[in-house]
């Protein structure tokens, strides 16, 4: 049974680039949601994605902006980047929207971005 | 979603149990408490969570005080491989969604 999946595990990009992440869920989930994890921080919500649209936000500018196929793998976009998106970039996938178990989230190893 | 206090570190002997824990004293009666770990390098794992009953399952024991204000998250027999940051996260029951608001975490070390 595959985890979540991810690719590419690092990447270097410049100022002002543009990038793609890219993610699998788990097995039999649906829902899947994208974390930036800084150096030294906890994990910090950007968004969710279920029947291949965006359901919650947190506090991210609109140059990040994500997809959710109809297989449910998502793909994560961040345009113009900046030196502070250098992160860990974490996918997150679950089963369903509502229910007392949408709290289980299943993560994958993440994408290191550095923006040079 | 209720604010969670943990301590920066702790350290604990392998073998031994862990314990590690949470102040959450503005929960509402609606929130559970959930707990996740993040070994160096790892996407955050997911161990336990409930509402107002003692937990337990094959990783850890996790037991609520009756007010509910806090919890203490038990690994009954660290080992090595258990050394990781610690989050605790208060979360609302059947909330429409995946955020889970992670805090700083306890950053546990098991010493051989």
């Known amino acids: 049974d595959a985890g979540v999946t991810q690719s590419p595990t690092h990447l270097i990009k410049t100022r002002g680039q543009q990038v793609t992440l890219r993610c699998s869920p788990k097995?039999?989930?649906?829902?899947v949601s994208w974390y930036q994890q800084a150096l030294g921080q906890g994990p910090q919500f950007i968004f969710q994605?279920?029947?291949?649209?965006?359901?919650q936000r947190g506090n991210f500018p609109d140059r990040f902006s994500g997809h959710q196929f109809p297989n449910y793998s998502s793909e994560l976009n961040v345009n113009a980047l900046l030196l502070g998106d250098s992160a860990l970039y974490l996918c997150a996938s679950s089963l369903g929207l509502r229910g007392p178990n949408t709290g289980e989230l299943f993560f994958g190893e993440g994408s290191r971005l550095t923006v040079l | 979603d209720a604010k969670t206090t943990q301590p920066t570190s702790m350290d604990c002997a392998e073998g031994r149990a862990a314990n590690l824990p949470c102040n959450h004293s503005t929960i509402s009666g609606n929130e559970y408490v959930y707990w996740y770990r993040q070994i160096h390098s790892q996407g955050p794992q997911y161990i336990i969570h409930?509402?107002?009953n003692n937990e337990t399952n094959e990783m850890a024991s996790l037991i609520i005080t009756e007010d509910r204000k806090s919890s203490t998250l038990i690994l009954p027999h660290a080992t090595l491989r258990d050394t990781a940051v610690y989050y605790c996260i208060v979360r609302v029951a059947n909330y429409a969604g995946n955020m889970l608001t992670f805090g700083g975490g306890t950053r546990l070390m098991v010493k051989p």
């Open positions: 994605y279920y029947e291949e649209e965006e359901r």
């Open positions: 409930g509402l107002k």
């Open positions: 097995s039999g989930h649906d829902t």
